[in-house]
């Protein structure tokens, strides 16, 4: 019996405890107007007639008075029959409830549901004055349970972005009490519509008489969606062909804590998804924000549980602030970093965890046919020790088991990849690898493969003539640490052969030709990036092979990852996928709940293999998403294989802003609510929700009551031969 059309209104309308009676749905009061109809058929239906006198019948004028009493008599009690079941039908729309000592004149029945929904979100982790707002929120739930009797049905649900129910059962206070005793925050974000959607499920699941609603939450702005939902009534009945009964739902809006409090948080902490190698240095960049209170924080860098730097960052008050750490790394191996802020009353983004790869010799794949000796030299001098371990392929033998641990693949001169080949290099750089692509003749199809652009190639010998390379504004990223000097010295090299590259948009261009063609430009395709050089790395090809910057812009372009694409973990409750191979004896640690602990598991079970590759290399691997922030770590009987860092998300979650029950509410769609404050006893507001008591049904049974009474009355009017109008 609700109006759509009214729906806004009616959402906003508290029933207030001194009043006798008020309507959950007013506007259907308007319908009162109809009761005027059987008034106006009344006047209208009455007739005059001529009166004619005859002596023969002058002793039957007493009988024809007392008779036409008894006619009037009925026609007044139909009319007011009418009038009364035509109000009573619109109150009934209206949905009266009565409170005070006038609901006792309406005992409802015995049997109650109630559901009570539990905000467990990380923001229900700002202590208060005794423990956390979730500890607030469980006690508050024991002060609810309280108030039900064995004979009732209570269901418990526990809610973030996902909700869990931990009982349901009769209303016993002390057995659903053991089970709010193992109830744990967690670190996820909120969806308090889906929590209240679950919450009408199961009342309507109870078929019972009376439903109550209790929902135990800070109420962030953050976690009530746009749009409208079905509104605060449960839907009783079969399936899709069964008829549907709309049963109203006492909602209780039972907020925990006071005015929230200002807050900072470390939102995100990218590091590079490059693997670096020893001595190389790392940035961190970092994003701080602020909610209005303290503006400036001291942050510190912690790799391996080693303070390695540490800065005081401004937030801007109520604004956000980005930053960097720069480093050296001095260790090889998985590092485990994390950076921290002086704690708050919320302590669940105060920190934020990252993983970075380091190696002794980055793994380099260097991909060639003949002529490669000039570039397998510059890459590993012989007889000298550099940062690089060179493996050798000649095009057409490349396989998914040479790239496992491989950070960058070279591509050199050769009759290119062929289209198996090309389909394991995309993948390998989708999934965070690197690849140096030159350019010489015969490797045009595999180049216009690999780019992301419609790009045209074409060669030019230049005979006498010569091209150099165009002095850039500033020098890429991977030459920088050559310095100025020698960023000179190579925009002087000549080339006798050239490249000319069209369809590379300006942006991507690192470095042009003296002729305007593009020389070097870089893409990034998935998790990784492809640097592509126009350059024949042949002495036929111009004096660059032969000069002394060869070895050190190619080293360079191999190292430095620089501007690769940065890493920032995976999100609480996210599915970790990893592809690769794996010995036997494979297991996976994961952080525990906000108590700590690991939790260990093999993994052979969660493997998901490809077909043909029935010895599980080059297979993906997907782990079940963390509870908690930390490391997973998935290793192998030799070594580490994989190190992922996991954070909440705290894009939304940390801005503190708690919205006031009414907004809180209509963004919910619950028409029948009572807002109980932080401090407001639990015994106090669930007496004055339900002393009040909705009458609809009797009053709607009075009407139709009526209706048949008249019905009555006009079909005995009918069988004496009397007008009925």
Sequence with gaps: MRDERCGSLTRRIRLRHGAIMSFLNPFYLAALAAVAIPLLVHILSRRRVPIFYFSSLRFLRESDRRSMRRVNLRRILLMVLRMAGVALLAIAFARPVVRGKAAALFPGGGSLAGCLLIDRSYSMGVESGEGTL?????????????????????????????????????????????????????????????????????LRESGRESRELYIL?????????????????????????????????????VRVGDEPPSNGAIERVSAPAATLHRGEIATIQLTLSGDGGEARFPVALYL??????????????????????????ERSGWLRGEVRKRPD?????????????????????????????????????EGAETDIALGLKEYGELTSNDLERTAVLVLGPGRGLAPPDLEVAERFVDEGGRILAFIPPGLEETIVSLTGHPVSIEWEELGERFVTIEKPLAAPYFLRPLGAGTM????????????????????????????????????????????????????????????????????????????????????????????????????????GGPDGGERVAGVPALLARKAGEADGRGAELVLPGAESPGFVTLADSADTLALFAVNPDCRLESKLAAAPPAEAADSLGLDHYIAVGANEPIAAAVRRGREGREITVPIALAAILLFVTESIVAQRRYEGGEDVG
């Design 304 to 329: 391996d549980g080693r303070r390695v730097l540490e800065r005081e960052l401004e937030a801007g008050g109520s604004g956000s602030e980005r930053a960097s750490f720069s480093f050296p790394v």
């Design 217 to 253: 939450s800070d109420f962030q702005r953050s976690s009530l969606a746009a749009g409208s939902m079905t509104g605060g009534t449960a839907r009783v009945g079969g399936g899709a062909d069964s008829t549907a009964v709309l049963l109203p739902v006492r909602a209780y809006l």
């Design 488 to 591: 000179d010295a190579i925009t002087g090299i000549r080339f006798t052969r050239a490249a000319l590259v069209s369809g590379v948009p300006r942006e991507e261009v690192l470095l042009r030709f003296s002729n305007g063609h593009p020389c070097m430009w870089e893409e990034r395709r998935g998790e990784g990036s492809i640097l592509f050089c126009a350059i024949d790395p042949v002495p036929g090809a111009g004096e660059l092979v032969l000069s002394p910057y060869f070895l050190p812009i190619l080293q360079q372009a191999v190292l430095v990852t620089g501007e690769s694409a940065s890493d920032e973990g995976v999100s609480i409750g996210e599915t970790i996928r990893w592809r690769g191979g794996l010995e036997g004896g494979a297991r996976y640690e994961m952080p």
């Design 345 to 381: 009353r919320l302590r669940a983004d105060d920190r934020r965890f990252f993983a970075l790869r380091v190696v002794e010799r980055v793994p380099v794949l260097l991909v060639a046919d003949e002529q490669r000796l000039y570039m397998e030299q510059a890459l590993s001098p």
């Design 134 to 202: 979730f500890d607030e929120a469980r006690s508050r739930a024991r002060e609810i349970l309280d108030r039900f009797s064995a004979g009732d049905e209570v269901t418990v649900i526990l809610f973030d972005a996902s909700r869990d129910v931990i009982y349901r059962g009769d209303g016993n206070g002390k057995t659903a009490g053991l089970f709010l005793d193992e109830a744990r925050l967690s670190y996820g974000t909120t969806d308090l519509r889906g929590a209240v959607r679950a919450g009408l499920d199961a």
